[in-house]
């Protein structure tokens, strides 16, 4: 069977909102945990703290995607993404100490923002990502919806 254009229209217009909408819930999962303490290397799975990957491998699950636990593994699943063509639910990948290696994983929410946590005494929050730590230190981004 062959689709008419709109009906094929229509069909990618329908995928291309589902993804928003899955976007927006992982976005919603993540903002219920604000302010939730950074602590390097925390257990998978529990929300009383979170490390940048635990906090992004969390929220995924929640909303029905496995993801690696380590920011490094998570930088290797889906698709590549430019830059300058983020959308909300890409994921972002630096290396922050400028060793080479990616160290740091956050949820690109629309807007120029980033959904993630970094630091003690922070914890989970939403940051500027242009001209920000995880801009200069860019390596690569992934659309895993």
Same mark, same amino acid.
């Given at each position: 069977?062959? &689709? $008419?254009?709109?009906? !094929?229209?229509?069909?990618?217009v329908s995928a291309s909102s589902s993804?928003?909408? &899955? $976007?927006?819930?992982? !976005?919603?999962?993540?903002?219920?945990?604000m302010g939730v303490p950074y602590k390097f290397? $925390?257990?998978?799975?529990i929300t009383s703290a979170f490390d940048c990957s635990s906090f992004i491998q969390y929220i995924f699950k929640k909303n029905g995607i496995s993801l690696p636990r380590s920011s490094k593994s998570q930088s290797k699943?889906?698709?590549r993404v430019s830059k300058s063509n983020l959308r909300a639910g890409d994921l972002v990948f630096s290396d922050t100490n400028g060793d080479g290696i990616i160290n740091h994983v956050s949820l690109?929410?629309?807007?120029?923002?980033?959904?993630h946590t970094y630091r003690v005494g922070v914890?989970?929050?939403?940051?500027?990502?242009k001209?920000?730590?995880?801009?200069?230190?860019?390596?690569?981004?992934?659309?895993?919806l």
């Open positions: 069977m062959t &689709l $008419a254009p709109h009906e !094929t229209q229509a069909a990618s993804k928003t909408s &899955l $976007a927006s819930k992982i !976005t919603a999962t993540g903002k219920k945990y290397g $925390a257990k998978a799975g699943v889906g698709v690109y929410i629309g807007n120029g923002k980033l959904l914890g989970v929050t939403i940051s500027t990502f001209g920000s730590t995880w801009d200069h230190r860019f390596v690569t981004a992934r659309r895993v």
